[in-house]
């Protein structure tokens, strides 16, 4: 019986940090959550409604960008070493990445918290999505891109490992949590390159003053390339732990590695090609380009249904290992006590809800109906602010120990907080997603309006309104419920014997039952990059030929677009 | 009891989200229920559940055995 500490100590005091740094922001975060339903509400209005954003752009950046990346580079880092069993190359590269991640964040926090204070001159109130128009200080997007360069090294790291792992095992298969961390490292590559083009390119000289004006239409939609893979990059990890993890908490074993590769191959090539979903409603691009996106992402639900089905399927393997017997008896043999298993259970259930409000924002023409309303909210929040959270603050449950050498200090406490956050999460987004139907807009400090009321399919807006300020309040609970029962299990003492070895769960049709052409990693990118080009060279090329690179009027930088070459920039463009 | 406590405790989590959307359901079939009736039928509900739960099998002579978790 080894934990993890004993095996990898350097690398245990990585990873220990980065999902400190992730739980910090997940406090600060979960408070502004609470802020921002008390002041929609008009419960209790702590800032004025001009300074709105500053708190929407801090939950939006901690929770679905720090809070997420730290705690997935921390659980890839754990993955990786405990699959290739094999520490990385040099833990000194390994704190590089880490240090070059947490001083972006730092930078970039200084004008978003920055905007809340009076004696300080900067602010950053242009929300985690922060395309243009919005204008940040230039502090912001240096922050961000270091950040970005970050995530990047940590994925160097991981491949740099992985290679000369290679070297020592040249005839084995890729493990699966390796091969889950590489297939997800490319795809980031390929879809943050956007987002990074954006950031150095336009955003930075602008907010600098080197440009006059950006164009909006295209900083959008280099986002988006980047905004909807991102979704992937939290999605991805919640998935390798649900595959590798979950079988194992409940008992049993995976139920494929074969399909399990399949999945995240899927992945790598169809998650980039669907940005455009979230841009439905901007002019500009043309319908087409919109349907092609739309075709991708439907597409997109085959590999989350394999895993569903994959998952259930091990989860049940696990549960007769146990005991469990009938067509649902099984499900009462199931290790419910315990916070880690519970947890993952409860965010897969509510990942399968927020499938089918995904659906409604994927198709085209249901899109107009509930596009930038309160539904969207209620939307993600079973996504990443669920599926991916919850699962995260679950196997916190599991992994702390490992990393650490300290037990939970109450596992009650941790049943009890998942469970709450089950509930809280149900009452909020029922009624986001109900109030999104009546056309509620979302970001919005005051969404009511004088001489107009929403008028909900049913019941009141006072009612949707209650749900909301109950199911926010019961969800900062349940966060401050998981933060004090790691600070105490923090303070208690080491105790190695009543902790589980470090392992994952084994697969009862290994990776030899799948076909080698699954592993050939650089075949799956090259198709990637080519589905990539196919949907964004024209719509990207479209843009700027009719809006310029920087706009409409705007001095041409860095290089001079004519017409019939601007498909060609685009491409360049995505490709470079 | 039936089930163990901790599998009480998920079936009443998750018997929360279908009492919420019990409401929708009903409007959608025209019919108009309040918050106090879905609270209501909510109580009930979970009522049922947990007797259902910590009724000693063996209570209810000619029923199949449910397993116990
Ligand atoms: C304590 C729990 C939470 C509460 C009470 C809460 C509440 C809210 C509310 C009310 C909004 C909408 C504000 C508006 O549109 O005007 C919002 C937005 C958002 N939340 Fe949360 N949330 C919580 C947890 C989370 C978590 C765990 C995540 C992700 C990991 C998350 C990610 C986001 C994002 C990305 C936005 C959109 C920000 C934007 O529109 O720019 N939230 N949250
Ligand atoms: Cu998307």
């Known amino acids: 019986m080894t934990t993890y500490i004993e095996r990898f100590p350097a690398e245990a005091r990585v990873i220990r940090s980065t999902f400190f740094t992730a739980f910090i922001a997940l406090g600060i975060g979960a408070l502004f959550g609470l802020l921002q339903v008390l002041h929609r509400t008009d419960v209790h209005r702590l800032v004025d409604s001009a300074d709105y954003y500053h708190i929407l752009t801090i939950h939006g950046v901690l929770l679905a960008l720090t809070f997420t990346i730290f705690f997935l580079a921390g659980v890839f880092t754990w993955g990786l070493t405990t699959s290739l069993d094999r520490g990385v190359v040099d833990v000194r590269f390994t704190w590089a990445w880490y240090g070059l991640m947490v001083g972006g964040t730092a930078l970039a926090a200084i004008p978003m918290f920055g905007g809340l204070i009076d004696g300080i001159d900067m602010s950053a109130g242009v929300l985690f999505t922060f395309y243009a128009p919005l204008q940040a200080h230039p502090l912001f997007y240096l922050g961000l891109a270091l950040f970005i360069i970050g995530t990047w090294l940590a994925g160097a790291d991981w491949i740099w490992t992985y290679l000369a792992w290679r070297r020592e095992n040249p005839d084995e298969r890729i493990p699966l949590p390796t091969f889950m961390v590489l297939t997800t490292t490319l795809f980031w590559y390929l879809s943050s390159l956007g987002v990074a083009i954006a950031v150095v390119v336009f955003l930075l000289p602008w907010s600098l003053g080197l440009l006059e004006q950006v164009n909006p239409l295209l900083t959008r939609t280099l986002f988006w390339y980047f905004g909807h893979p991102v979704v992937y990059f939290w999605l991805m990890p919640t998935y390798m732990l649900w595959y590798v993890l979950l079988p194992k908490v409940a008992g049993g074993k995976l139920f494929s590695d074969p399909l399990a590769r399949v999945v995240f191959v899927l992945f790598l090539l169809l998650s980039t090609p669907t940005g455009i979903h979230h841009q439905y409603l901007d002019p500009g691009i043309a319908e087409g380009f919109k349907f092609i996106a739309m075709t991708n992402t439907m597409f997109l639900l085959l590999p989350s249904l394999l895993t569903a089905f994959t998952v259930v399927a091990s989860v049940e393997h696990g549960a007769r290992q146990r005991g469990g017997t009938g067509y649902l008896g099984w499900l009462g043999a199931l290790p419910w006590r315990d916070p880690v298993f519970t947890g993952m259970a409860l965010a897969g259930l509510m990942f399968a809800a927020a499938g089918f409000s995904g659906m409604v924002n994927a198709g085209m023409n249901i899109n107009y109906l509930v596009h930038n309303t309160f539904w969207i909210v209620g939307h993600f929040h079973l996504t990443v602010g669920t599926a991916v959270a919850l699962t995260f603050m679950a196997v916190t449950y599991w992994l702390l120990p490992q990393i650490t050498g300290k037990p939970i200090w109450s596992r009650s406490v941790g049943l009890a907080q998942v469970v709450t956050w089950f509930v809280g999460m149900t009452l909020m987004s029922n009624a986001m997603h109900r109030g999104g139907l009546s056309g509620v807009p979302r970001r919005t400090a005051e969404p009511q309006y004088e001489n107009f009321d929403f008028t909900p399919a049913f019941g009141t807006m006072a009612e949707l309104d209650a749900g909301v300020v109950i199911g926010g309040s019961l969800l900062f609970l349940s966060a401050v419920l998981f933060l004090g029962n790691v600070f105490v299990s923090l303070t208690g003492g080491k105790d190695l014997t009543s902790i589980p070895e470090n392992a994952y769960a084994e697969a009862l049709s290994g990776a030899e039952d799948g076909p080698l052409i699954l592993d050939n990693l650089k075949l799956w990118l090259v198709i990637a990059v080519l589905l990539v080009v196919l949907t964004y060279a024209l719509p990207i090329g479209a843009i700027i030929d009719r809006g310029g690179l920087l706009g409409p009027g705007g001095s041409p930088y860095p290089l001079v677009v004519e017409s019939g070459r601007a498909i060609s920039i685009g491409l360049g463009e995505v490709v470079a | ?69």
Do not use: C, H, N, Y
């Open chain 2, 1 to 69: 009891m039936r089930i163990s406590p901790g599998a009480l405790l998920v079936l009443i989590a998750v018997s929360i989200p279908f009492i919420v959307q019990s409401r929708t359901v009903a409007a959608f079939i025209g019919l108009d229920m309040s918050v106090w009736q879905m609270i209501a039928l909510g109580t009930v509900t979970i009522s049922a559940i947990i007797l259902w739960a910590v009724w000693p099998e063996k209570w209810l002579p000619g029923r199949p055995k449910l397993e116990e978790g």
